[in-house]
Nanobody, 124 residues
Framework: QVQLVESGGGLVQAGGSLRLSCAAS????????MGWFRQAPGKEREFVAG????????YYADFVKGRFTISRDNAKNTVYLQMNSLKPEDTAVYYC?????????????????GGQGTQVTVSS
């Protein structure tokens, strides 16, 4: 079982940046892929980005390509999501999740439940 704690959310103006962090404990962090998901009010949870166990492979949803970057530090058991050029439609609760596989994937079924999430609000 892995425990995940997200942080770094907040209120930012459109065009601004935020960096989310997710600290993991309880399982061999470096053996599994990690991902970020988000859920806006009234909408389904959606995949944002994924990164393979080694950090060499990444996978992004089309709506964040070129704006968001996922990375990980296996020595710190932490995964990050750098979000640039934020838009009001990026407003959501962002969750990180650990995968059951080592390769980067966008398939939600390959992820365990995430942490408590961190709120990101982008004002126009």
């Amino acid at each position: 079982q892995v425990q995940l704690v997200e942080s770094g959310g907040g209120l930012v103006q459109a065009g601004g940046s935020l960096r989310l962090s997710c600290a993991a404990s309880g399982r061999t962090f470096s053996s599994y892929a990690m991902g970020w998901f988000r859920q806006a009010p009234g909408k389904e949870r959606e995949f944002v980005a994924g990164i393979g166990a080694s950090g060499r492979s990444t996978y992004y949803a089309d709506f964040v390509k070129g704006r968001f970057t996922i990375s990980r530090d296996n020595a710190k058991n932490t995964v990050y999501l750098q979000m640039n050029s934020l838009k009001p439609e990026d407003t959501a609760v962002y969750y990180c999740a650990s995968a059951t596989v080592a390769f980067a994937t966008a398939q939600a079924i390959r992820y365990n439940n995430g942490g408590q999430g961190t709120q990101v609000t982008v004002s126009s």
